[in-house]
């Protein structure tokens, strides 16, 4: 059973989200609900027992962004996505860095925002397919930056071992593309998809889908 918390300062949305996950009730359970970072901090210290946070960016008081990086300093363990209706760069990438697994907007469907819920569970991360090659280029620009030099040109072309369906799978990532949306494509099954993923953090020594995109293009195993 997934347990999990919301923080969300909107009544309206935070009843709105609750009923779309309230679909997933034989697979989760919502803990509570707090109007802001400093309220969900305070629940935090009696309900410890938390897998995942959905959090909003703009509260009152404690935004997402702060508590997001509270949370992940006091609980580590707590997996965080970001849920909210801004894809600005800047927030993206302050949300990403302060230790969130994902970046989805408030209009996802109830089914595409419990998939990402059971993607951070296993340990990737996940985000919106709209903002995907923002982050991607948002961290590819963090990586190039190193004393005024561009450094994937001195970067050695390395395949890591991967398969060629690994690659593929990595092409798929790339374009922001969900578990049953690269399955669809590549005619194999969403738990093969999730092994191929595996099998790829444990070869390129990463930890989620963003640093494997990331490490790939800067190896040239992807464009």
Do not use: C, W
Not at 95 to 118: C, D, H, M, V
């Amino acid at each position: 059973m997934i347990k999990i918390a919301i923080a969300e300062d909107n009544k309206i949305i935070a009843r709105t989200l609750k009923e779309k996950l309230n679909q997933f009730a034989d697979e989760s359970e919502i803990k509570f609900i707090a109007k802001n970072g400093f309220e969900l901090l305070e629940k935090l210290k009696s309900e410890k027992n938390i897998d995942v946070i959905l959090m909003d960016i703009e509260m009152p008081e404690m935004d997402g962004i702060r508590a997001t990086f509270e949370v992940k300093n006091l609980y580590p363990q707590i997996k965080i996505l970001i849920l909210t209706v801004f894809d600005d760069d800047d927030k993206i990438f302050q949300a990403i860095q302060n230790g969130a697994s994902g970046y989805l907007l408030k209009e996802e469907s109830p089914e595409t925002i419990f998939n990402a819920i059971r993607v951070v569970m296993e340990g990737g991360a996940t985000m919106s397919p709209s903002i995907a090659s923002k982050i991607l280029n948002l961290m590819r620009r963090s990586e190039l930056k190193s004393d005024g030099e561009t450094q994937p040109q001195n970067v050695p072309f390395e395949t890591f071992d991967l398969s060629q369906r690994e690659i593929e799978v990595l092409e798929k990532v790339k374009q922001g593309k969900d578990h049953k949306k690269i399955a669809d494509e590549l005619f194999i099954s969403p738990s093969t998809v999730r092994k191929h993923l595996e099998n790829i953090y444990l070869k390129l020594q990463v930890h989620n889908k963003m640093e494997a995109v990331q490490k790939a293009i800067a190896h040239r195993i992807i464009k």
